[in-house]
């Protein structure tokens, strides 16, 4: 299943380093390549020999060879991963990576990769509790690398608690687990909306909302990760994203023009914008003075996109929409399921804690058309796109 997967794999001074022979050998034996990169001073822990020996490669610990001046490139060894396992990672080159110190070959080559990193620390109960190395752990995940949290048992200090290595076997599995999941969206094409929708007053005012778009560019970033082909529909937000065909748009008519120009030809719709539901009928030319002792603005209804994609739907497209309530949660949610014709719904309700528009998190339950609820914990709305990508998958597998 790893066959001709290129991993790196760092190994730095803790000494649980002897468990990366194991790891190695472990992925040589699933037919991946594996380079070691070690620091220096994890060669008083394991012998480069060793993981030489069992990678088939030299094992990389200086910028350069001193007998022949030979440069290792950590650019190179970059670029050539596919990922990075930095197993075991010490609190020491943890603190490193969580601050961009590269002083040796290692963190270099952490700096300079562009493949998924992940991470699994080795430490003594007290170091690894200690609330530097937990901000540096934090951290590193806010920044988008992958934490392979250690295990709890007995530790090398005879102290016991967390802070063991996680076994080289439930890393292995891991990893594989995340190569299963990088393709499994593989050639579908995916239509997903973000953000708020500005309906212009006058040439400097809107009627807007507080949606900061990230729940859908995290959808977004996770469908790419997965191998989709995503174009982004995305109202006013200050997010950036690589990888998808991103369409900028101000207004709910935009928003509406954009997805069917984008409609046909998408696999999957995911509609997790904020789109407003009203629009003032007249949009004054010029800026409206203060004088007037009283001022109403009409409004008209906006085009509701997602049922008129659920109107469009043919029998292959996936539609999944969002839905925003504050009372009656669940039966809204139905209602808005089979009303607007969706596949399933991700539901969100502004009674839950750190859930919503303004937090970097959320609370979600999804409904799907046979009735089934799942409902999610707290968590990062990182976390909230895998389990949505995750359901979106298994929904598309059982049909
Ligand atoms: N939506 C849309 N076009 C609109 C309004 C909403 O496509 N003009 C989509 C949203 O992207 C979301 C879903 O409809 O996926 C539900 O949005 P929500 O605001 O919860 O519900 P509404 O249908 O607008 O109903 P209400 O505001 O009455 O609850």
Not at 97 to 115: E, H, P, R, S, W
Not at 159 to 173: A, D, F, K
Request: aromatic content about 8%.
């Amino acid at each position: 299943m790893l066959k001709g997967k290129k991993i790196l794999i760092g190994v730095t001074a803790s000494i649980a380093a002897y468990k990366a022979i194991y790891l190695v050998r472990l992925f040589i034996k699933e037919g991946a390549e594996v380079q070691v990169v070690m620091t220096p001073n994890a060669k008083d822990f394991v012998t480069p020999l060793t993981l030489s020996a069992l990678s088939n490669r030299p094992v990389l610990i200086e910028p350069f060879n001193p007998d022949d001046g030979e440069w290792n490139s950590h650019v190179d060894l970059g670029n050539w991963a596919d990922i990075m396992i930095v197993a075991p990672a010490s609190a020491n080159t943890l603190a490193k990576m969580a601050n961009g110190i590269a002083d040796n070959l290692l963190l270099a080559t952490f700096l300079a990769a562009k493949c998924p990193v992940f991470f699994a620390p080795a430490m003594d109960l007290d170091m690894y509790k200690h609330p530097a190395t937990q901000n540096n752990v934090k951290k590193l995940i806010a920044d988008g690398f992958n934490l392979i949290d250690s295990s709890a048992g007995e530790l090398a200090s005879g102290l016991v608690g967390q802070g063991r290595l996680q076994e080289p076997e439930i890393i292995l599995q891991i990893i594989k687990e995340f190569f299963a999941k990088k393709n499994d969206l593989k050639g579908k094409n995916i239509l997903i909306t973000a953000g708020p929708t500005y309906e212009n007053i006058d040439p400097v005012r809107f009627i807007g909302n507080y949606s900061s778009g990230l729940m859908g560019f995290s959808i977004a970033k996770e469908a790419v990760s997965r191998g989709g082909n995503v174009t982004l529909v995305s109202g006013p937000v200050n997010l950036n994203i690589d990888s998808v065909n991103r369409i900028d748009v101000v207004n709910a008519d935009q928003m509406y023009n954009a997805c069917l120009e984008n409609y046909s030809k998408a696999d999957i719709i995911i509609m997790a914008a904020a789109v407003a539901d009203y629009t003032p009928i007249n949009c004054e030319n010029s800026k409206i003075k203060k004088y007037k002792s009283k001022l109403s603005i009409d409004l008209k209804p906006t085009v509701d996109i997602l049922s008129k994609l659920g109107e469009l739907k043919s029998d292959k497209q996936i539609l999944v929409g969002f839905a925003l309530e504050t009372d009656n949660e669940i039966e809204n949610a139905k209602s808005k399921l089979k009303k607007k014709n969706l596949d399933f719904i991700v539901l969100n309700s502004l009674k839950d804690k750190g859930a919503g528009f303004k937090y970097d998190t959320n609370k979600i339950s999804i409904i799907d058309i046979n009735d089934n609820i799942q409902n999610f914990e707290l968590k990062s709305k990182k976390d909230v796109a895998v389990d949505i990508i995750d359901k979106l998958v298994e929904y598309i597998n059982s049909h």
